[in-house]
């Protein structure tokens, strides 16, 4: 292993434990070795260095070294054996060997920290991404509500509280179980929950009902609602985006289904500017359609 791999496990071991490095590519790079020129002995000695402040005095390799786990002690044994090869190793010149004992150390040290992870850590993890899925079901919740209420649509006011109940009744068990330190389950509960709002909210967007009772007076007053009822769904894509949290190429996808849309908005206003109302309409119609397309990309599928 040349320099780079060296400099890595360097920052890793500053950071005080030994963070999780690809087992898969450890070993490749092992394999690679064997027909590889090996570093330097000046490398190899920094490398046994590292091995040696890491055994001596990660909190991972103490736990385990304390902890009742035999399995687990066994690896702590085994990796100061390998230590003690490596540095005979390199004391006889023996340079190939000296980096193959040190990079099997190194590998059963980034095994015990696996096995055996700081607890404190972990709980600290899983309350962060509880405290982070409350806040999206929380989010994903008052977007609902505020649709729902500016929306208007028919027959769906029992249908937003009996969501809202069942939202309720699960939030409480999330609750419960992470008053109870249980925050891994808690956090599947308020995804669940999560999932059940999108799916309310999809299902509020997708509705052929929303609002198409109106009587309109004038062709006028039927273009301004329409053009509200763009903006309700345009507002809703940097919402889908945090919410549903899509990659980088799937809100690129999105984004130009959201330009083309705005352009036909465009093309909208200045149709009604001139009196075509009708087709200023058409026109907006079509960009609703887009705008839909924009959001289904990203994962909120809407009725056609």
Do not use: C
Not at 255 to 260: A, M, S
């Amino acid at each position: 292993m040349k320099g780079k791999a060296v400099t890595l496990l360097i920052a890793i071991f500053v950071l005080g434990e030994v963070k999780s490095l690809s087992a898969e590519s450890q070993t490749s790079t092992l394999r690679q070795g064997h027909t590889a020129t090996y570093s330097s002995h000046s490398m190899i000695l920094q490398k046994l260095q590292l091995v040696k402040m890491m055994l001596a005095t990660s909190p991972a390799m103490k736990r385990a070294a304390e902890g009742k786990d035999e399995a687990i002690k066994q690896k702590v044994v085994v990796a100061n054996e390998k230590f003690v090869s490596a540095t005979d190793a390199l004391n006889q010149d023996n340079l190939a060997g000296a980096e193959e004992f040190a990079d099997e150390a190194l590998r059963l040290i980034e095994e015990i920290s696996q096995m055996n992870p700081d607890l404190q850590q972990v709980r600290a993890e899983q309350i962060k991404r509880y405290d982070e899925s409350v806040r999206s079901l929380h989010n994903a919740e008052a977007t609902y509500q505020d649709l729902s209420g500016r929306l208007r649509s028919n027959g769906k006011g029992s249908e937003a509280k009996d969501m809202g109940r069942s939202t309720s009744r699960i939030r409480e068990k999330a609750q419960i179980l992470a008053s109870d330190g249980q925050y891994s389950e808690a956090t599947e509960l308020i995804k669940e929950a999560h999932e059940g709002v999108i799916f309310a909210l999809n299902k509020l967007l997708g509705s052929t009902a929303l609002m198409y009772d109106l009587k309109f007076k004038t062709v006028a007053e039927e273009y301004d609602y329409e053009l509200a009822r763009y903006h309700s769904f345009e507002e809703l894509a940097p919402i889908a985006y945090i919410e549903l949290r899509p990659d980088k190429d799937t809100i690129m996808l999105s984004e130009r289904y959201v330009q083309e849309s705005r352009t036909m908005r465009d093309i909208a206003k200045q149709q009604a500017a001139r009196g075509d109302h009708r087709a200023a309409i058409n026109t907006l119609l079509e960009a609703i359609k887009q705008m839909q397309t924009a959001l289904r990309v990203v994962g909120l599928v809407l009725q056609e």
